[in-house]
């Protein structure tokens, strides 16, 4: 009929997903140290604190340790990729845990925004960057923020090896939404309903995940890369990747790739 699989995603993620605006500052979390950037330099002056903990000297296979802040992630190989199999939980300034609950961020990651991720000013948030791809961003040493197409990479060979390109990266819990539905996590990517923080507040725990990529949204009459960036989102409920865009300014997980 003229409509291919990945334009109909297209169409689900965007109606999925509504942009958000008018987001506060992060939250402060407790530490030992400074990231190095004390307030960070965000506009509200928000303060995120660091617990510097040395990496060991031997780690377990398929784990990486995050030289900033000694935080351990377990490692994934799917396809021919390797991804972290976590949400990345490095405290720095515009980011929230849901709900501002330090227990979350521990089990979900923190939410930031795309500046953030990115490793960029706040004020690309309300102004394109065009940044140079791939960007590490504010991923460990090795990682980096994911392309629309690593992400569409990974969905490709998890539906060509299961299926499905959602269930099968979603975990079997924490998706505990009453419209949800458990993941089967056939490769150990093991994605959370980790939520979104969007118009001054959190929601979609338990139903929804959404993650940045390392794009601006330049798509002709619906982009706008001064505000928008491009997204990916798995859900509870529908049964494909969702493709949209998100403002800069929310609060989503980041995921990282080597």
């Not at 169409?11 to 140290?33: E, N, Y």
């Not at 928000?46 to 992630?73: F, W």
Request: with cysteine.
């Amino acid at each position: 009929m003229g409509v291919t699989m990945k334009s109909l995603k297209w169409g689900i993620g965007f109606i999925a997903v509504m942009a958000g605006f008018g987001l506060t500052a992060c939250g402060s979390d407790s530490g030992t140290s400074s990231n190095g950037e004390g307030a960070g330099g965000d506009s509200a002056g928000a303060s995120c604190q660091v617990s510097i903990v040395p990496c060991p000297d031997v780690l377990e296979p398929n784990t990486i340790c995050d030289a900033r802040d000694g935080k351990i992630y377990k490692t994934v190989t799917i396809g021919t990729q390797i991804w972290l199999a976590q949400n990345l939980d490095y405290c720095t300034s515009g980011s929230w845990c849901y709900d501002n609950n330090q227990a979350n961020c521990d089990k979900y990651g923190r939410l930031y925004t795309w500046s953030s991720a990115m490793g960029l000013s706040s004020s690309f948030n309300a102004t394109e960057a065009n940044p140079a791809i791939p960007a590490q961003g504010i991923c460990p040493e090795g990682f980096h923020v994911p392309t629309t197409d690593e992400w569409d990479a990974l969905g490709e060979f998890a539906a060509s090896a299961t299926g499905s390109d959602n269930n099968s990266l979603r975990s079997v819990d924490s998706w505990t939404s009453s419209m949800s539905t458990p993941g089967s996590d056939d490769f150990g990517f093991a994605a959370y309903g980790s939520g979104r923080y969007y118009m001054n507040n959190f929601a979609d725990l338990g139903f929804k995940a959404y993650f940045w990529t390392s794009e601006e949204d330049n798509t002709p009459e619906l982009g706008d890369p001064v505000r928008h960036s491009l997204i990916r989102s798995l859900s509870g409920m529908i049964d494909a990747m969702g493709f949209g865009n998100s403002n800069k300014a929310d609060g989503l997980s980041l995921r990282c790739v080597k």
